[in-house]
């Protein structure tokens, strides 16, 4: 006895969607190395010491307490996106919006040129 299998139909809508998104990020990754050159120097040793109890599982999940993430919060709002309200931890989109960003920034400290 055959089992019917239906299809759905693509949503092509969709995929125009993440494709937008995705080039959105490709720009974002363009301002990074901006964004790292102009952090002072005493700003970067701070930004640095937070950094190191950040951390990422096998999944790709961030690994943080909310202290460190409170304490890099006023350096990105200071170099990044000054937009950002004090409560980040609602949802948890604002949180790993702005860890992803430090992290992006801490590495083009380490490797400068990608």
């Known amino acids: 006895m055959p089992f019917l299998i239906y299809k759905k ?21 363009a301002e990074i190395p901006e964004i790292a ?3 002072t120097l005493e700003d970067k040793i701070e930004i640095q010491r937070h950094l190191t109890n950040i951390s ?8 943080y307490r909310r ?19 004090g ?14 960003t430090m992290l992006k920034i801490g590495k083009q400290w380490r490797n400068p040129t990608t």
């Not at 990422?56 to 690994?63: K, P, V």
């Not at 609602?90 to 949180?95: A, E, I, P, S």
């Open 9 to 29: 139909p693509l949503n092509i809508d969709k995929q125009k969607v993440y494709k937008k998104r995705k080039q959105k990020t490709n720009a974002e990754m």
């Open 37 to 39: 050159e102009q952090i």
């Open 56 to 63: 990422r599982d096998a999944r790709g999940r961030l690994n």
């Open 67 to 85: 202290g460190d993430a409170s304490n890099l919060l006023p350096y990105f709002q200071k170099y990044v996106d000054s937009n950002v309200k």
């Open 87 to 100: 409560n980040i931890f609602g949802c948890g989109g604002c949180v790993n919006k702005m860890l992803d």
